[in-house]
């Protein structure tokens, strides 16, 4: 079974529009990350949430929003999408907040034409 | 701002030798330092954690140091295999919720048979 599972696994759209990338893990995890990996392969933290804590990396457009409807699902949506942010997502999960292993999902591929 | 620096962003060595991996950082006191694996196309998995009142771990044929004064781990991987060539990323952490979880670069490492 997968741990963490991520959909969709590619993701092409255009400028403008607005797409959800689901998130869910089985682990019984009580803190769920959202990382972008760009072009350039650097690995940036987005929102991490434990229970129903969202702790917001300020960096981070407003255009994207974090969405859990439990503590198994963390849900991004992103409206007006831009060609910036053409990018790697990865979502992982950890059980606790303080150096805990975090376990990663495979990555959804985003492409914004 | 927080930097993080990985030695190199390519390294090759010949099998059976021993990889070492270099991962300095300014501007931060980290709680703890973890190391993690990346293969191409996948998330990353996590591999050694290592805390700020730790000086050493090892695991299996891993083994990784953590010296706060001179703000750097080093993470070395003995009797080397093609198969452990993939790139290894650090990441240091500090605050709850990973608000300050910070990655770096990563070190893409070749291991020729």
């Known amino acids: 079974d997968t741990a963490v599972s991520q959909t969709p696994k590619y993701l092409v759209t255009q400028m403008g529009n607005d797409k959800s990338i689901k998130c869910e893990q089985n682990?019984?995890?009580?803190?769920m990350y959202w990382y972008k990996q760009d072009s350039k392969k650097f690995l940036k933290i987005m929102f991490s949430y434990n229970n129903k804590e969202l702790i917001i990396n300020e960096t981070v457009p407003n255009r994207f929003s974090p969405k859990s409807p439990d503590k198994a699902h963390l849900n991004l949506h992103i409206n007006s999408l831009e060609l910036g942010d053409s990018a790697v997502y990865f979502c992982?999960?950890?059980?606790?907040?303080?150096?805990?292993?975090?376990?990663f999902g495979p990555g959804t591929r985003l492409l914004v034409l | 701002s927080q930097k993080i620096e990985q030695n190199s962003e390519a390294l090759n060595i010949q099998e059976g030798k021993t990889a070492t991996l270099t991962c300095n950082y300014t501007?931060?006191?980290?709680?703890?330092l973890q190391w993690y694996r990346q293969d191409p196309g996948r998330g990353p998995v996590f591999l050694l954690l290592i805390r700020e009142n730790e000086k050493e771990k090892r695991k299996e044929r891993l083994k990784v140091t953590f010296d706060t004064t001179l703000k750097q781990s080093l993470f070395h991987i003995t009797a080397s295999q093609p198969a452990d060539s993939a790139t290894y990323l650090c990441?240091?952490?500090?605050?709850?919720?990973?608000?300050?979880?910070?990655f770096g670069p990563g070190t893409r490492l070749s291991v020729l048979p």
């Open positions: 992982a999960s950890s059980q606790g907040h303080d150096g805990e292993t975090q376990y």
């Open positions: 990441a240091l952490g500090g605050d709850n919720y990973g608000q300050n979880f910070v």
């Open positions: 682990l019984g995890h009580d803190t």
């Open positions: 501007n931060y006191s980290p709680a703890y």
